[in-house]
């Protein structure tokens, strides 16, 4: 079997594992290999197929890695609660609170230690499912 077989094999196999991943990095390895594999086939020595398909391989991940970056998702919005004002129910012995918000009581706790518990609170970041409160609104 001449050794252009070998590359393509190599080459079918990746592709075929890129459909189930769906990444393009291993499209992109796939893809070099492919044209290793049209190297051997117009006679190019073995180091030389090596360097192209590695060098293809190395470039192609890049421009893979490159391309899925550019078509990220943005960061999430910050929410409609950042700026939203609560009514804090209770006050417990470690500092967070209980307060009311949007119909139910939600945790809390302030966003420092020198937020005034006597002022009116706004949420100023979230915090999983906790509310984290202060003193100013939120810009």
Known sequence: MGAFWIWWIAAAALI?????????????????????????????????????????????TIAAH???????????????????AVQVKTWNADGSARVAYRGSTWNAELESPAVSRTAPLYICATRGSVLVLSDRRPG
Do not use: M
């Open 16 to 60: 075929g594992a890129e459909l189930l991943t769906g990444t393009f990095y291993l499209l992109a390895v796939g893809s070099a290999a492919a044209i290793g594999g049209l190297a051997a086939w117009l006679g190019v020595g073995p180091a030389w197929q090596f360097v192209i398909a590695g060098v293809l391989g190395v470039g192609l």
């Open 66 to 84: 490159r391309w899925r970056l550019a078509r990220a998702t943005p960061a999430p919005d910050p929410g409609l609660d950042i700026g939203q």
